[in-house]
Each structure stands twice: as C-alpha cells, then as structure tokens.
C-alpha cells in the first residue's frame, strides 16, 4: 500500500494548492500543489503524500523505516531523533527500535564519512547511534550522531562538519558570511529570510546584521526571478526591508522582492497567487485585481479596511464586494481550485421545473403540485414530506392526486445540487438514503426523517436544514451575517448555552451559534396552549422569573425558551420540542420496527438507556427498545443494533 492510498483510508482528500504542510510541518514560500482532507482542513504536499513506504537510512543501518500516517485524529507524540523537532502526521519508524525521523530529514542527505572535511584536517566518519558527545566547533554538549575523527578522537555535529568558515550567499553578495556558533547579543537570534530561532551554528555578516541558518544557507531563495503574472518587470530579493507588499497589503515578511522603477514589492508567498477563484460564500467567479479605485474599501470576510493601493479580490457581478488576498484564499474559504480559463457556471441545481403558473413537477414525486397560499388552519395535520416539519400559515405545495404529498415552499426552493457550507463539498438532495426511514446527521448529530443531502462520494449524509445552509447565513436573533467556523476547543452557543466545536459564529462580535440552534422552528405548536402558536425566544427577559410550564421547573431567561405572546405562558425548548421534532409522530403498533410516537399517555415508559421515566413530548422505538432523547439513543445505538 503506497503511502497516499494510507492517507486516504484516514482522510477524505482532493487535490489543491496550500503552504503549510501538515505531513513534514514545514511551509513552501509559494503555493505548492497538494491534498487536503474535506473534513479537517490538514494540507499534505505531493511529495509528502507520494513519500516511499520504506526507505534505509545511514543513521540506523540496522532496520529499515517504515512510513508511519496518522489519523486526523490521533495526537502526535514523540519527536524526530535527528532534529529534536516534534513529528507531524508522517514519518518514518523503526518497528523494532524506539527510532523515528521526519520526512525532512529522512530526505536530507547522508554520507557514512566526509572525505574532505572544512572543518578538520583527517576524514570524519558517522557514528549511526545516538552518543552524548561535545562539538569540537560549536562547543555543544549533545546526544545525537556524531561525525568523528578517529585519528583525533574529536566529535562534529553533521552540520559543523560539512560547515566552511566563509561563504558567498546569493541573497547577500555584497559581503561574505562567516560561520558563527554563538550568536551575538545585537542581533534578534532569528533567520533573517525564514525568521527561524538561531541555533549552534549559523552564517553572519556583521557589517549588515545578517544571518542566515543552516536549511537557508544549503535552500536559498532565487536571487532574481521573472513571473508575468505577479509583475511585468524582473524580480530582485532585497532582504530586511519594511514594506507593504503591493499583493496582500501586509507588512509582516521583511524579506521582498522589489521592481526598483516601478517601486513595487512583493511577498514570496504572494508571487504565484491564483487569479481567479470561486469562494464557498459567494455564488460568482472573484478575480484578483492588482489595485483598487480610490476609497473607503473593507473587506467582505474579515470586515477590516483593505488598502486600495494594494491587490484585492473583488467581483465584476458585485461591484461592492472586495477582499483581502489571505482571506480570500484560507481553508474553509477557498477550496483550492484555480479558475482562470475556466467558464463560469454554478453547482446548484433546481429540483423542479416549472408546469405553468403556480403549477410544478418535483423531481422526487409522479405528479404535479399546485401552489397554495396557507394551510386552513389545522396545521398540526398537515406535514411538508421533505422536512417533515408542520405547514401551519407558511406557503405550500400540495399534490393535485395524492393527499399526502404537501412541500413548504421554502423546502421546494431547493436546489437539487450544491456545495454543502459544512464540508465543501458537492451533495445532492436525496428521498431517502439506502432505503432507511430514519438517519443520522453528520453535522448536527441528529436522528430524522425526511430528505437528505449525500455527498457525491457517499460518505457524509446531511439532514435538509443542515444541507440548505449557505454562507452568509441569516438568522434573526442577530444583527450581523454567521459564518461556519471549526473552533479548538470550543465554544458556548449563545442560544443552549453549551459547548459545541463545529458552529456558526459572527465575524464581528462572539456571537456563536451551535448547528442544531440554529434550525429551530420559530414557531410552534403546543397540546398546552391549542389555541395559539409558540414563538421561539431569544434570550429575552419577557419576565423576570419564569418558569416552564411543562417541567414546571425554572427558565433561564439568557437561554433561548418558547413563549406564548397571548397567554404569557413560557416552555424550555427540550419539553416543546423533545429530542425528535424532524420525525413524523405515528400510532406504534406490533409492525413497527422504528417510529417516534408522542408521549401524552397517562403513564410514561421508562428509557431503555437511562432507566428514567421519559419525561419528552415524544418517544422513540427503535428495534423494540424505548428511548427518550438523543443523548439515550447515542449511548445504546451501537449496543441494540450488535
């Protein structure tokens, strides 16, 4: 099995342009070709991916390396043995020994005796086992491979041994660079072109303050270079200067490379940028433009001034939209895929096609389907079979043959095809998946009915209210546009209160919304208050204290909660709702197999999982056990189907 076909048993990946890899830990200064995985955003450069399952290395002759791949996952432990430097998702092991080596240094390379040493008069030989020595050069008490003389009996770091003590450097050739294994108090300790920490051995010109590490030294940067797309003039490196690059508008790089007559200047990351994309949060084609007209411009992801001078991406469909060059192209914005030469055209899809006015034929039923402005009133009857939530006032579609076939408007406006906000990724809207009455959501965790949206490859289902959500999402408990964000660690949703990772959130200020928050029916249908409609509370102190009327326990009122604006009558959101509101409540009878029934009985059954009495409006069977909410079916799901 070759090294990409083990990534791919672990993550779902497509093939892209990123810099930072998350195979060798180690970034490019341009935009390299690669794969990242859909669902958690690591980057693994080609040859990261495409590395040899088992290579010999002189360092430990007596086994071969094996390459080892991590899950998204499983944490990393350990560190390289030759650099000291924590390993990334790939490396190569030892099956026997306790040895491992990134993929950089397993590719740096290796001689078993340096003939011709700099750095001594006799032949230095590797000693291919870790033995604390001290550096005749640098003076380092160290723990590694040493080189030795044995007619000496004097040890080198690999380094120090294949070190001379002047260079001429092509980013620097006005003056030599001596070697240094100290470094001086006047400099910062950093690389000047990688801004890596200084360490026992480095090149320096005092005269200029510069230094270079080893990795640079052996890989500089080109000196000059011509790329037309990025500017029409030669390209020179000027190091250790201040500026704003003429790109992205960001000054955070001091190394340029500089058009003196026409007075520009630009990243080397900036240098191959795409130039024309297509972000998940907007429905057409942006180009990058090289400046902006005059004005007050902000950026439509981040909300933050861009500089009109410098390059941007905007689009000719949009006149007012605009954005920096960084968040334009970040993972979960962009999905890597350069469209310069490409037509324009858009994923989604319409689910039906329009018979007259008022009149349509969807592709998920046989006949057509009339327009119809409300229902008549008794809304608790009446279903929408995508979403399987009720009709009440809102606009419909109903069969014109079938009683039973009746579609909220909104659910008919969508589309058979699109990028879901989530993952990414190409789904399609879908009746029913493998034939299963009930699913399970792989963003909101949910166990529903209805219509889904599958991912073209088969492997992420998505419930109808998770799938139909695009960026920029509107919900009105906020003034400002949600975006889906992936937080470490987490984050309180401003509605339940509770931790949640894969979220909602605003750009501008810490509002935060969890998945399943974010769909809740606005209004709702109540047993306790059969004359009037529940209508979902944001947070809102209606009443200093209140309690709920169905738990009879007190409500927080800086939690969401329904409300009755005509009774004053209030309900926490698990007892209007349950656990099982996008399920079509049905009678259970002995042919049932899985059904969701609503819990109104004068005796309540106790929950298979948690023994109690199931204290929800509605109750789910599943393969003949009872369970009384979500959290009960997760627990045993696994253990009933066995």
Same mark, same amino acid.
């Given at each position: 099995?070759?090294?990409?076909?083990?990534?791919?048993?672990?993550?779902?990946?497509?093939?892209?342009?990123?810099?930072?890899?998350?195979?060798?830990?180690?970034?490019?200064?341009?935009?390299?070709?690669?794969?990242?995985?859909?669902?958690?955003?690591?980057?693994?450069?080609?040859?990261?991916?495409?590395?040899?399952?088992?290579?010999?290395?002189?360092?430990?002759?007596?086994?071969?390396?094996?390459?080892?791949?991590?899950?998204?996952?499983?944490?990393?432990? #350990?560190? @390289?043995? $030759? +650099?000291?430097?924590? *390993?990334?998702?790939?490396? &190569?092991? !030892? /099956?026997? %020994?306790? =040895?491992?080596?990134?993929?950089?240094?397993?590719?740096?390379?290796?001689?078993?005796?340096?003939?011709?040493?700099?750095?001594?008069?006799?032949?230095?030989?590797?000693?291919?086992?870790?033995?604390?020595?001290?550096?005749?050069?640098?003076?380092?008490?160290?723990?590694?491979?040493?080189?030795?003389?044995?007619?000496?009996?004097?040890?080198?770091?690999?380094?120090?041994?294949?070190?001379?003590?002047?260079?001429?450097?092509?980013?620097?050739?006005?003056?030599?660079?001596?070697?240094?294994?100290?470094?001086?108090?006047?400099?910062? #300790?950093? @690389?000047? $072109? +990688?801004?890596?920490? *200084?360490?026992?051995?480095? &090149?320096? !010109? /005092?005269? %200029?303050? =510069?230094?270079?590490?080893?990795?640079?030294?052996?890989?500089?940067?080109?000196?000059?270079?011509?790329?037309?797309?990025?500017?029409?003039?030669?390209?020179?490196?000027?190091?250790?200067?201040?500026?704003?690059?003429?790109?992205?508008?960001?000054?955070?790089?001091?190394?340029?490379?500089?058009?003196?007559?026409?007075?520009?200047?630009?990243?080397?990351?900036?240098?191959?940028?795409?130039?024309?994309?297509?972000?998940?949060?907007?429905?057409?084609?942006?180009?990058?433009?090289?400046?902006?007209?005059?004005?007050?411009?902000?950026? #439509?992801? @981040?909300?933050?001034?861009?500089?009109?001078?410098?390059?941007?991406?905007?689009?000719?469909?949009?006149?007012?939209?605009?954005?920096?060059?960084?968040?334009?192209?970040?993972?979960?914005?962009?999905?890597?895929?350069?469209?310069?030469?490409?037509?324009?055209?858009?994923?989604?899809?319409?689910?039906?096609?329009?018979?007259?006015?008022?009149?349509?034929?969807?592709?998920?039923?046989?006949?057509?389907?009339?327009?119809?402005?409300?229902?008549?009133?008794?809304?608790?009857?009446?279903?929408?079979?995508?979403?399987?939530?009720?009709?009440?006032?809102?606009?419909?579609?109903?069969?014109?043959?079938?009683?039973?076939?009746?579609?909220?408007?909104?659910?008919?406006?969508?589309?058979?095809?699109?990028?879901?906000?989530?993952?990414?990724?190409?789904?399609?809207?879908?009746?029913?998946?493998?034939?299963?009455?009930?699913?399970?959501?792989?963003?909101?965790?949910?166990?529903?009915?209805?219509?889904?949206?599958?991912?073209?490859?088969?492997?992420?289902?998505?419930?109808?209210?998770?799938?139909?959500?695009?960026?920029?999402?509107?919900?009105?408990?906020?003034?400002?546009?949600?975006?889906?964000?992936?937080?470490?660690?987490?984050?309180?949703?401003?509605?339940?209160?509770?931790?949640?990772?894969?979220?909602?959130?605003?750009?501008?200020?810490?509002?935060?919304?969890?998945?399943?928050?974010?769909?809740?029916?606005?209004?709702?249908?109540?047993?306790?208050?059969?004359?009037?409609?529940?209508?979902?509370?944001?947070?809102?102190?209606?009443?200093?204290?209140?309690?709920?009327?169905?738990?009879?326990?007190?409500?927080?009122?800086?939690?969401?909660?329904?409300?009755?604006?005509?009774?004053?009558?209030?309900?926490?959101?698990?007892?209007?709702?349950?656990?099982?509101?996008?399920?079509?409540?049905?009678?259970?009878?002995?042919?049932?197999?899985?059904?969701?029934?609503?819990?109104?009985?004068?005796?309540?059954?106790?929950?298979?999982?948690?023994?109690?009495?199931?204290?929800?409006?509605?109750?789910?069977?599943?393969?003949?056990?009872?369970?009384?909410?979500?959290?009960?079916?997760?627990?045993?799901?696994?253990?009933?189907?066995?």
């Amino acid at each position: 099995m070759s090294t990409y076909d083990k990534l791919r048993r672990y993550y779902l990946l497509y093939q892209t342009r990123g810099l930072k890899c998350d195979g060798c830990n180690l970034g490019r200064d341009y935009y390299s070709i690669g794969h990242r995985c859909f669902r958690s955003g690591l980057f693994f450069h080609n040859e990261c991916a495409e590395s040899s399952v088992e290579i010999h290395n002189l360092y430990h002759p007596q086994h071969s390396l094996h390459i080892k791949v991590l899950k998204q996952n499983e944490d990393v432990h #350990g560190e @390289c043995k $030759l +650099c000291r430097g924590n *390993l990334a998702k790939i490396y &190569y092991q !030892c /099956s026997t %020994c306790d =040895f491992a080596i990134d993929l950089i240094c397993a590719r740096k390379k290796v001689v078993a005796t340096i003939e011709v040493p700099k750095t001594h008069d006799h032949p230095l030989s590797l000693i291919p086992k870790m033995i604390t020595f001290t550096c005749h050069l640098c003076g380092l008490l160290d723990d590694r491979f040493p080189y030795a003389c044995n007619l000496c009996d004097i040890t080198f770091h690999k380094d120090c041994a294949e070190s001379t003590p002047e260079i001429n450097y092509s980013c620097h050739p006005q003056h030599l660079l001596k070697r240094l294994t100290h470094v001086p108090s006047y400099t910062d #300790g950093k @690389c000047c $072109l +990688c801004g890596s920490k *200084l360490h026992n051995l480095f &090149y320096h !010109c /005092s005269i %200029c303050n =510069f230094s270079v590490d080893v990795n640079c030294e052996k890989n500089p940067p080109s000196f000059t270079l011509f790329h037309p797309k990025a500017h029409e003039h030669k390209l020179t490196l000027m190091p250790q200067r201040s500026f704003v690059c003429s790109a992205c508008g960001m000054d955070d790089d001091p190394n340029p490379y500089v058009c003196p007559q026409c007075n520009f200047m630009i990243h080397r990351s900036c240098i191959d940028i795409p130039r024309v994309i297509k972000i998940y949060r907007h429905d057409h084609h942006i180009c990058y433009n090289n400046f902006l007209d005059a004005g007050d411009w902000k950026c #439509g992801i @981040c909300h933050k001034k861009i500089n009109w001078t410098c390059g941007a991406y905007s689009c000719s469909e949009c006149p007012d939209l605009v954005m920096h060059l960084r968040c334009a192209t970040r993972f979960g914005i962009w999905n890597g895929i350069e469209l310069e030469g490409i037509s324009k055209n858009t994923l989604k899809v319409k689910s039906y096609e329009e018979i007259e006015e008022g009149v349509i034929k969807h592709f998920s039923h046989d006949h057509t389907l009339k327009f119809k402005e409300g229902s008549d009133g008794n809304g608790e009857c009446i279903q929408c079979t995508i979403c399987t939530y009720p009709i009440f006032s809102n606009p419909f579609y109903s069969c014109m043959e079938c009683d039973d076939f009746i579609l909220h408007k909104k659910c008919v406006d969508l589309p058979k095809k699109k990028i879901d906000s989530f993952y990414k990724m190409s789904t399609s809207l879908i009746t029913n998946y493998q034939g299963n009455a009930e699913n399970i959501c792989n963003a909101c965790q949910n166990i529903y009915q209805g219509f889904s949206y599958l991912s073209d490859d088969g492997n992420t289902l998505l419930d109808v209210r998770c799938g139909s959500i695009s960026e920029p999402f509107f919900h009105e408990s906020h003034p400002h546009s949600l975006y889906v964000s992936y937080l470490t660690g987490g984050r309180f949703c401003n509605a339940c209160r509770e931790k949640a990772t894969m979220v909602l959130s605003c750009e501008e200020c810490e509002f935060v919304l969890d998945i399943k928050c974010s769909t809740l029916p606005n209004i709702v249908k109540h047993e306790n208050d059969k004359d009037h409609l529940l209508s979902l509370c944001y947070g809102e102190n209606k009443c200093e204290q209140c309690w709920c009327e169905m738990c009879e326990e007190t409500i927080n009122p800086k939690k969401w909660f329904y409300s009755c604006d005509h009774c004053g009558i209030a309900f926490h959101i698990r007892c209007t709702l349950g656990d099982f509101i996008w399920f079509k409540p049905e009678k259970k009878s002995e042919s049932s197999t899985n059904c969701v029934i609503l819990n109104n009985r004068a005796s309540r059954p106790f929950c298979y999982s948690c023994n109690s009495r199931c204290k929800y409006p509605s109750i789910l069977f599943f393969y003949g056990k009872t369970l009384c909410s979500l959290q009960c079916f997760q627990q045993k799901v696994y253990a009933i189907l066995a």
